[in-house]
Structures are given as structure tokens and as C-alpha cells.
């Protein structure tokens, strides 16, 4: 306890804004006699990025001195498809945004394991862990994985949530933004410096494609991976294969994951019939196994509008080796340096998004080249060792 009562103390923190290609201190690379306990409160609905972060949070935050815990405020897939030892995630379910009953549950967990430290996730969630925080008495950590107020397309329920935020954020300890766009975002709003960390996403190591097997392929296999809904982008995708399409080249495009709702899935599905895109672009549903999905594809495609913090599914093509066809939006540039790792394209731009398709697509030597500096800038810093690292830092 005595850690955790040093984080409440009165002198703020300097600002931490880590280089990406820092090594994690020897100060930090074992774990102190004791663990420190962590409560991290998540909605849990979904299966996608930031649910991907918390997972790997739960695994490699161990070897820094923090045993981390998941409390799943929204039924969903988070416990059912984690690869979290039992017993590390709870069911908090609420009925309803504004069932606060769910405080209470949570204090009882609190006393049960002995926790030390609150971290939440999501606007729903600082709202909960702030009550819960203000109740025991223990220090919080927000954790800032997109825009709040860019969300989604829902213009209502960004505004509800984005007015959460502001209010519950206000008791944090520290706030911890995953690129330097959201830490500007951040200030913005009107967040301290001194309560301001910037702890970049990472993903574990992937074994890479071989790119010298693939120099005489004739067929580009180019994939989306993502929960398909309307700010990633996916009519624009669409629009850009039509006009590949129509200079006949050999480009083909996957989509893989799940849709948010059953009516934009029906809307997207009809779109590829639509357009007759049937021929080059097919959708493969969700899959838990995205490292061996990457793996299939010459190129990840993720053509956003906006809302993205620092896509983990951008990290895991680096670490595959695969290059990267996305939108300048947001943190997205902080990874992809156009022409290097990949292309970045005008976000919203069909045209743009195709002239980037066939720039990558025109000559697989240079796309050999881009494959090995993807590995390179993975390996360089944005592994999940750094990632843990730099939040146990913090």
C-alpha cells in the first residue's frame, strides 16, 4: 500500500513522453518482490484494438511488478475470448449506462483482492472508476485508446460520452494517451501537462513473411482487418477496388472481422453486388487468430475517416512484415512513414486511396524492401515488452 499512497500524493508527476525507440531501463526489467494489484475496469463488448491492448496488458504487465486484473462492465466477447488466466477477469455487467449498483460490486472486489490501483478504459469506465476511486480512497489511471468525441458516426452518443469523459477525468491521477495526436487532444481539453503519459500500443512478435517466396506472385492479396463499421472506412475501400477494377489489375481484397450491426453488414454486403465487386473483394468474417490472418496478405488496408488512437492491427502488420496501405488520420502517421513502412492516403479519398494501392502494388522488389523496414520499426518500438514497460513507468 505503500506505493499506491505515493501516487496520490500532491506533486505532480513530470510529463512522460517516452521515444519510441528507447529500450526499457534495467530499472524496470524485474519485478519487485511484491505485486502491486491493478483493477482494470473495461466495458468488455467487444473483441477488437483496445480490447487486444488490455489482453496483453493482463500477460506481460506481470513481469514489471503489477498483477493485473479485468472487471467487464458490458456483457461481450472480452471474457470469452481472452487468453487470460481464470480468475483474472470478473463479470461487473451493468444494466444500463447509469446503473451505478455497479460501484458497490466493485468495492466488494476491491476488499476481496486486495486491490491497489484503479485503470480504466472507456468513457463508461471512468465514470465507474471514478465513483469507485472516490469511494476507497485508491489512485486512477485513465487510459485514452481514440478520440472520445470522434468515436464513432453517432454524433449524440459522441457528445454523451465525450461529456462523461470530462467530468469523471477530472479526479484521475494520471491520464495515459496511446500517440502524441491524442495527447494534444488531451491539452485541448484542458488536461494538465503534468497528468499527461503517452505510452505507444505494441503487440507481441509475429513470425514474418518471407517476401523473397512472393517476388514472382502475380496476385496482390490486400486485407482489412477491423470491426467493419462506418469510420473505418469501408465504402471507401470499395470505391477505390472499383476503380482498380476497371485498370484490370490483379488486386484482390479481404475483408476480415465482424460487423458492429447486422443492418452495416447487410449495407456493405450489398454495396460489393452492387458495384460487382464480387470477383476481387470477399468477406471472411471475424477471427480470433489475426496473426495468421496478416500473414496471408501482401498488404494491410485501413482506409479510417478518423477515430484512430494507434491501431493495433497497423502494429501487428509491421510485425509480420507486411506492409501498410492506410489513411493519414491521427496516430496512424505516427507509425506508417509514408513510402517506408507503407502509403499513407487522404482520408475519405477513393482516388488517393487507389493511386496508393497501385504505387505499393507496381513493383515487388520495393515492396520486399518495405516489407523488412515494417519488421524494423516494430522490432524498434512497439513491441508489447515496451508497451508494458513504459505503462509500468508511468
Not at 455497479?102 to 465513483?131: C, E, G, K, W, Y
Not at 513510402?339 to 515492396?367: F, H, M, N, P
Not at 518500438?381 to 505503462?391: N, P
Amino acid at each position: 500500500m505503500q506505493i499506491a499512497s505515493a501516487l496520490v500524493g500532491t506533486v505532480p508527476a513530470p510529463t512522460i513522453v517516452l521515444p519510441l525507440s528507447k529500450a526499457i531501463t534495467p530499472a524496470i526489467n524485474h519485478a519487485p518482490t511484491a505485486s502491486l494489484r491493478v483493477l482494470h475496469v473495461i466495458n468488455g463488448e467487444h473483441f477488437s484494438g483496445a480490447e487486444r491492448v488490455q489482453q496483453l496488458l493482463g500477460k506481460r504487465l506481470g513481469q514489471f511488478g503489477f498483477e493485473a486484473e479485468f472487471a467487464c462492465i458490458k456483457p461481450g466477447k472480452f471474457a470469452e475470448l481472452c487468453e487470460l488466466r481464470d480468475g483474472q477477469v470478473f463479470d461487473a455487467s451493468m444494466r444500463g449506462r447509469f446503473d451505478l449498483s455497479v460501484v458497490a460490486r466493485l468495492m466488494q472486489r476491491v476488499r476481496d483482492r486486495n486491490i491497489q490501483l484503479l485503470h480504466a478504459h472507456t468513457p463508461r469506465s471512468a465514470l465507474v472508476t471514478s465513483l469507485l476511486a472516490r469511494r476507497t480512497g485508491l489512485p486512477w489511471v485513465y487510459h485514452v485508446h481514440s478520440p472520445t468525441a470522434r468515436d464513432s458516426t453517432r454524433g449524440f452518443v459522441n457528445r454523451i460520452n465525450n461529456v462523461i469523459e470530462k467530468i469523471s477525468i477530472r479526479s484521475c491521477n494520471r491520464l495515459v494517451t496511446v500517440s502524441r495526436s491524442l495527447r494534444r487532444e488531451m491539452l485541448r481539453c484542458g488536461v494538465p501537462r503534468q497528468r499527461l503519459a503517452v505510452v505507444p500500443n505494441g503487440v507481441p512478435a509475429i513470425d514474418p513473411i518471407d517476401s523473397d517466396l512472393r517476388l514472382h506472385s502475380s496476385i496482390w492479396r490486400i486485407g482489412m482487418i477491423a470491426l467493419m463499421r462506418p469510420r473505418k472506412g469501408v465504402e471507401i475501400a470499395l470505391q477505390a477496388m472499383r476503380l482498380i477494377q476497371q485498370r484490370r489489375l490483379p488486386i484482390q481484397l479481404e475483408l476480415i472481422g465482424g460487423f458492429e450491426t447486422e443492418l452495416y453488414q447487410r449495407q456493405i454486403l450489398q454495396m460489393v453486388q452492387a458495384m460487382k465487386l464480387d470477383s476481387c473483394v470477399r468477406w471472411s468474417g471475424f477471427t480470433s487468430d489475426v496473426p495468421s490472418a496478416i500473414r496471408r496478405l501482401d498488404a494491410l488496408l485501413l482506409p479510417s475517416l478518423f477515430g484512430e488512437g494507434m491501431p493495433m492491427v497497423v502494429l501487428e502488420a509491421l510485425a509480420a512484415a507486411v506492409p501498410v496501405v492506410a489513411t493519414r488520420v491521427e496516430g496512424t502517421p505516427e507509425v506508417i512513414r509514408d513510402g517506408i513502412e507503407g502509403y499513407l492516403a487522404a482520408a475519405g479519398d477513393a482516388a488517393s486511396l487507389c493511386d496508393k494501392l497501385v504505387q505499393l502494388t507496381s513493383d515487388r522488389t520495393a515492396w520486399a524492401a518495405m516489407s523488412q523496414c515494417a519488421m524494423q520499426r516494430h522490432r524498434a518500438g512497439f513491441s508489447d515488452q515496451h508497451m508494458a514497460g513504459r505503462l509500468a513507468a508511468v
